[in-house]
C-alpha cells in the first residue's frame, strides 16, 4: 500500500474550527478525517469507567465539553474529589497517565496505525498540538504539513496543547467568523503546493 500523499495537521485553540474544515475537506473532498483523540476518548473513558455514549456525547458538545460532570472525579490534596469537565479529564488522562507510561509520541503512533490501515490518499488531522506526535506521522505519509490556525478570541490558555512550529513544512491561516469557505480555500491551497496535479 502506498503512502498517503499528504498529512494536513489542523494546529489551533478550542473552538478555531478544526473540525468544521476538517469535515469540510472530508465532505467535499478526497480527505481523511482522523484525530490525535481518537486514541484519548477510548483511553478516558477506560480510566474512569464512564459509559461511553454519555461521555462521548458530553465531550463532544460545545456546550457541555467544558462543564464539570459528577462522574469524573479525581482526589484532591484536601483528600476531596475534584470534579472534572469532559476536557479536563481528557487533559488529565493524556498529560499524567498515558504519556507518563507510554511515552509522549503515543497518540501520534495510534494515528499513524489508523493511516496505515487507510486507502486514502489525503488525510486531515483536526486536532494537532503537540510536536511529539509529528514524528510518527512523517513515518508513514509522504507530506506532513502543519496549519496553523488562528481566529479572534480563541486561544490555548487551559489547555495543555500549544502552536507547532516545525522547521520546515508549516503555514499561518487566519480565519474569520462564518467564513468557512475561504478557510477551505486556504487549506486547498497549501496542499496544492504539495500536490501541483491534485484532483481539486
Known sequence: MSQPKICLVLNGPPNVGKDTLAEELEREMDFQKMSFKTALYEETIRHFGVDRQEFMDRATHRNYKEKHWWALTLPAEDD?????SPREA???VSEHVIKPLHGKAFFGKAVARDILRSESEFIVMADGGFPEEIAPLKAVCENVVVVRLHRKGCSFE?????????EQDSYDVYLEDDCIQAGVDDLLGITDKYIPTTIF
Open 80 to 84: 476531596l474529589l475534584q470534579v472534572l
Open 90 to 92: 481528557l487533559i488529565h
Open 158 to 166: 487551559g489547555d495543555s496543547r500549544d502552536y507547532l512550529f516545525p
